[in-house]
Every structure is written in C-alpha cells, then in structure tokens.
C-alpha cells in the first residue's frame, strides 16, 4: 500500500516516477537481506524493516503519504464521537460498560491502511464499515484475558495509565478517547503516547493534541468529563511498531510511576511487545489483521488479541 499511496501524493513533484523508485529500492534491499541477513544492519527483524522503508521513503521526499485519508477520517470520526460515548455512558452495569469500551478499541482498530485488504474495504465503504465491526469474531478471541480484566476492573482503580495509541480516525477517536475518557472519569491519570513523526496512517502527537483540543466543549471537558488529568505525549517513535526501550526521556519519566500500561494495535502490542513483561498492569490489544500473524498465533484472520498480565 505504501507505494500506491506514494504514487497519488499530492505534495511530492514527480510522485509516481519517486514511487516508482521506492518500490525498487525497497525490493533490492529486501532481496539483499535475503543473501546477506547481516547487511542493512540486520539481520532483520520487524522493527529494522519498518525502519527501511521509512527512511527510503522520506529520503524521496514522502513525509506523509496518508495526509489526506488521515484528515478526512479524523473528520468523520469526530463528528460520531458523542454518539459513541453517549451510548456508552448509558451502559449502568460496570463490568459490561468496560467490555463495550473495550470492543470499541478492537472495532476502531479495524481502520488500518498499512492492511491490503482492509485498505480496500474502506475504499469501497468508508465509516460504515465500522456499524458491522461491533459483531467482531466471537469470544473466545486467540488471546482473550476479558474476564480477568472485568473483574480487577470493578474492583481496582489504576493511579496512572499510559496508552500507547494506534491509527488515526476511528482507532484513535472511537476507540481510544472514548476508553481514556472513562479512565479519567474514574480518577485516573492517563498520558496517550503518540507517535512523533508521521509512519502509514498511524496518529502523531501534534495530530492527537489537534484532535483533543477540537474535541473539547466549551468548558474544556470531554462530554463532561474533567480532563485536566490527560496528557498527550511524544512517544519519540516513528514507527508503526515500537521498541519500548527508546522512547522519549520525556515520556520515560513521566511513565516511572505508571500501574498500568497499555499497548494498542497489532504494531505495538502484537508484532512487537506480545510478551514484554511490565512491571506494573499491562494490557496489549489488537485485531489480527495479517494472515502471517493470525498463523503465528494460531488464530483466525481479524480475530482479536486482549492479553491482560497483572503485575
């Protein structure tokens, strides 16, 4: 997909002649490390491979291939976003209000362009496509610790939680915002991590604080609840993946006496970090949406990881 939307970048001059030469030099280095694994200063993994294509990327002059599409389903997004928690304010019973929250992460985090088949999809149907991801594959999920996480949820209230966030539009605003705004409601402290650069449609923090800002009502709250204890923070990442031991100082230290810590999106919390061991609460939730990773875990496609390690 990188290429495809490469081709049609408004803001680059001779884009599909520079597409055209990302897509070479991408394959020759992809075959180079298939010779010499130790070349590119592999041997790779998923991490290294990302980062290749981002440099040759923004070596060519593409900073920010998905601008538009991020723009325009943020758009949308915002404008579903008091139905969303509306819907999910009037859900009384605890337990079941946090597994509405937590369906709506796993259903907004179907909007992912860096996934063939779901670019197609939303090509074809836009948000709509969203209605139908409420009936997500049945539980069990491949990975499905939500009943554990039901119960510490009605009995524990976290102190600080810090949600290393995904993809733009649905993911972000739909997903995320609406399960942060309950946290907050709940006396906790939560930072959102973004992204500081931009990599396929995966959200930044300047975006993020944008969308935050423009969310608020005239009270600076977010459909009344007090959001004076939410940051938005730079992760110092410019992947769609995440190595967790080079975030930003900042966010390291603001993160040091964190309980919770959740990672979002099959990127951060699947591809990389499934089995990083916290020293506090983690949550790593994602849909599974690369056919390689749904036989890794052994899973089907578009099944759901919810992996819920106490401390």
Known sequence: PSGQRAENDPTVPDAPAKAEKFAQRYTDMLEE?????????????????????????????FHDIFKKVKDEENAKAMSLFEGVVQRNDEIEDGEKRAENLIRGILAGNIFDLGSAQLAEVFAKDGMSFLASCQNLLSRPWVIDDLDAFKSKWTKKSWEKAVIFVDNSGADIILGILPFARELLRRGTKVILAANDMPSINDI?????????????????KLAGVDVSDLIVANSGNDLPVIDLSSVAPELAYMASDADLVILEGMGRGIETNLYAQMKCDS???????????????????????FKFNEA
């Open 33 to 61: 490390l298939k010779k010499n694994p130790e070349s590119h200063g592999g041997p790779p993994d998923c991490i290294l491979l990302c980062r290749l294509r981002e440099l040759i990327l923004r070596e060519l002059g």
């Open 204 to 220: 930044t923090y300047l975006e993020l604080v944008e969308i935050v800002n423009k969310l608020k009502d005239e009270n600076g």
């Open 283 to 305: 949550i790593k939730i994602g849909m599974v949406k690369h056919p390689e990773v749904a036989q890794f875990l052994g899973g089907r496609l578009y099944d759901c990881v």
